[in-house]
């Protein structure tokens, strides 16, 4: 067969696949209430005919930056449509080359951007439910199979993310600090609000609890933030590269085979990308996404797991810098712990609450996080026992001398 002949097949075969016309358009949430805070993120069901006149059914994600009343001073230099129309077209479109040229056959670790739209900030998005993706349960959190799927591409991310630095592909100069660590007005509100809405919460616990709750009331914002500025002094000579922001398990879908086993993954909402040590994603996921009982059961092998995913994928890739020892990553997450302990430990009961009105974030930021929280998720069942353990190490390490 001649290359011009086949060329005008492809071609023809590329444009009867196309869509021609939108017969009907259908917009639908696309995600329930107290899933996102910073987007209005819709479905768009279309229903449409294609070029070769056949009529099917389509799906696209529209995605719009939110930034509600209340929060907007905080996040005045944050431009989360610019961070993430920065992450798709400067970082994920030369991932996808750099696959090309290793041959990775495995797919993108990203849905595909498909037009952002200037006038309104919108973006037009990949439906990844519509190729078989799911979430999993943000109540229910991940188990093994899920958590070994998550490390290896958060390794593989990382790993791609360093390479095209080094490449000089992309710039750490073209992302803020990330807020959860450095931005005090964000973490007080955020953080430190909801450790001491957990405070409250703990009175309804029993009197065995009355003690630790008399601990953490007792540190004041101003003791937080020298502990948090103490996470946050990590040195100058550390790894670092592009890290996802928010890694935890709404920003991140699934593909089961027919056993239901997960056999692909993909991360989704890149609006708080930054540039830091690795570690920030790793312990964030860790904390906020797998079983409390086995992550604490699987710590060490599981930040095993992703430092073999990111050295191997930093070798596959062609990496030619200094590599990290898995000393400088666990001593990293030691250093961070902290930080990590009292977001999850304010946090987990809102992240996994039944309710869609765990928190008020527009109240939260403009009371400083004394209100705006929903005092009766830490009664629901199960959070006292799923963070007891992690709330006494918390405490143990309130009472260290830093």
Known sequence: MEK?????????????CSIKH???????????????YTSNIFRANLKVILANGRVTTSSYILKKETVEEGTDKTFKDYKFTDTELSMYLKVLQKMDILMEEFRDTEGPLWCQLIHFNQPDSTFVLE?????????VDRTELQDLEHARLALRSLGKFHAMAKVLEERELISKDDYKPWPFLYN?????????????AL??????????????????????FKEFVRRMKNCANLGDDIFRCVNHGECWNSNMMFKYNWEGEPIAMRFIDFQFSHYDSPCLDLIYYIYTSIKPNLRRQNYKSLIIFYYDSLMSSLNRFGFQGSLPSLIEIEENMERLSFFILALFASGYAIDTSKTD??????E?????????????????????ENIAEDLKTLVKKLKEKV
């Not at 973490?187 to 430190?192: E, G």
């Not at 405070?199 to 953490?216: C, P, Y």
């Open 22 to 36: 939108i017969i009907e358009m259908k917009l639908e949430s696309a995600l329930p209430k107290g899933e996102n």
């Open 184 to 196: 005090e007005e964000f973490y007080r509100a955020i953080v430190f609000g909801g450790l001491m």
């Open 199 to 220: 405070v409250k919460g703990m009175r309804a616990w029993g009197v065995e609890w009355i003690d630790t709750a008399n601990v953490l009331s007792k540190i004041t």
């Open 4 to 16: 011009e002949f086949l060329e005008d097949i492809l071609i023809k075969w590329a444009k009867e």
């Open 364 to 384: 939260a930021f403009a009371t400083k996080g004394e209100e705006g929280f929903n005092i009766r998720v830490f009664s629901e069942t199960g959070i006292k």
């Open 357 to 362: 009105d765990a928190m008020d974030i527009t």
């Open 127 to 135: 439906d990844l439910k519509g190729s078989g993706f799911s979430t």
